[in-house]
């Protein structure tokens, strides 16, 4: 049986601007052309809802949380689905890369001041680095309570 580091960890790879952004597929429900959004003033990050297959889910402004300048959607965007236990939320993305894989020791934590107190994950990939997030990072600390009602 292979030791735990030797099992490749799976990511969803998308685009924000310029940036590579990654999240675990584990939290990844499913991945969709954007969509109409139902607009909703509940909280600042919540762009609104969508309707996926009957299931009505929140969706969070991402870009605003990577202090990312607003865009128009665009017919090449995606919608991610992620998940994390029950709770669903949605984010628009400029574009997927898809899945790549990863060792634990291709990780590297990096001390940022543009993150202030908190360090930043990136992966090391042959052709650059991406930056990695866990779901949770996405949300501001008002959107998680929101969420949680």
Excluded at 26 to 43: F, G, L, Q, T, Y
Excluded at 74 to 90: I, N, S, Y
Excluded at 120 to 129: A, I, N, Q, R, S
């Amino acid at each position: 049986m292979p030791l735990e580091q030797d099992v490749p960890l799976a990511l969803l790879i998308f685009w924000l601007d310029d940036n590579r952004y990654a999240v675990p597929l584990e939290n990844i429900d499913r991945v969709h052309p954007a969509v109409e959004v139902m607009k909703s003033h509940e909280s600042p990050e919540l762009l609104g809802f969508v309707n996926v297959h009957g299931e009505v889910i929140p969706v969070i402004d991402v870009r605003s949380r990577f202090n990312l300048p607003p865009r128009e959607l665009t017919l090449h965007d995606m919608l991610v689905v992620a998940k994390e236990g029950e709770q669903k939320l949605a984010f628009f993305v400029d574009g997927v890369d898809g899945v790549l894989r990863y060792q634990k020791d291709e990780l590297v934590v990096a001390d940022s001041m543009l993150y202030a107190s908190s360090k930043v994950k990136l992966v090391k990939f042959e052709d650059g680095l991406v930056i990695l997030n866990e779901l949770r990072d996405y949300l501001s600390e008002e959107a998680k309570k929101w969420l949680a009602k």
